[in-house]
């Protein structure tokens, strides 16, 4: 499954923000992926847990954000928010059409652990 790779990709992003942000422990990770990108979340969640040991986001939380799929059809200017990819346009029929939203696969955010609530 692809969605291992492609998590080993993700968390080279986090490992290298997590450093940029001060190198502390990740507590969050938020990834946005969108309908049509073709990965699995629970897959990712899987391949998440195993790579995560040994990591700076090794206690963290994977959260997935799933963006919808949004087409745009040039013809008639309208947008669609269709269950799947179509070519030809629900409203005029025409064949341009391109895909708004729901191609993402990107690290929207994450969170490191606060530093500041351990002083005592
Ligand atoms: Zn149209």
């Known amino acids: 499954m692809h969605e291992v790779s492609l998590m080993q ?8 923000a997590a450093e940029e942000q ?3 422990k990740v507590m969050t990770v938020h990834l946005r992926i969108g309908r049509m990108a073709g990965v699995n979340a629970d897959s990712l969640r899987f391949a998440f847990d195993i790579l995560s040991k040994g990591t700076v986001a090794e206690e963290g939380k994977l959260e ?23 070519l030809t ?6 064949k341009d059409m391109m895909i708004v939203t729901g191609r993402e696969m990107e690290v929207d955010y994450i969170l490191l652990e606060d530093e500041k609530s351990e002083t005592g």
């Open 89 to 94: 346009c629900p409203s005029c029929g025409g």
């Open 64 to 86: 997935i954000e799933t963006v919808p799929l949004v087409i745009h059809c040039r013809g008639c200017s309208e947008d669609f928010n269709p269950e799947q990819f179509s």
């Open 22 to 24: 001060g190198g502390g």
């Open 9 to 16: 990709n993700l968390m080279n992003v986090v490992a290298s």
